[in-house]
């Protein structure tokens, strides 16, 4: 079994920061690709950044240049570092793993639980 745990989320002012969390455990073999996600009301949910094994990024043009994608030393951790908040940045974040297991073959896709970010003032 694969836990993801998110963390982070929280009310921030406009123009404010934020670094959002995804830890993964359980029988991980290899992450070969991480991605976060955000859903606001109302609105479907829409991909905002991915880092590959090889550490490549990309980025969704709404978040370009304030957003920076990154995993860490245990490569078990995604983070997400979020400056310049605009209130339109408000909605859940979800992070999303690609991953294998050392319990059988193949890849597989999980979930977070997601973790609500608000910028408010």
């Known amino acids: 079994q694969v836990q993801l745990v998110e963390s982070g989320g929280d009310l921030v002012q406009p123009g404010g920061s934020l670094r959002l969390s995804c830890k993964a455990s359980?029988?991980?073999?290899?992450?070969?690709?991480a991605k976060w996600y955000r859903q606001a009301p109302g609105k479907q949910r829409e991909w905002v950044a991915t880092?590959?094994?090889?550490?490549?990024?990309d980025y969704a043009d709404s978040v370009k240049g304030r957003f920076t994608i990154s995993r860490g030393q245990s490569l078990n951790t995604v983070y997400l570092q979020m400056n310049s908040l605009k209130a339109e940045d408000t909605a859940v974040y979800y992070c999303?793993?690609?991953?294998?297991?050392?319990?059988?073959?193949?890849?597989?896709?999980?979930w977070g639980q997601g973790t609500q970010v608000t910028v408010s003032s």
């Open positions: 999303n793993l690609v991953l294998s297991v050392t319990t059988r073959g193949g890849t597989y896709s999980y």
């Open positions: 880092i590959t094994s090889g550490g490549s990024t």
């Open positions: 359980g029988s991980i073999s290899s992450i070969y690709v």
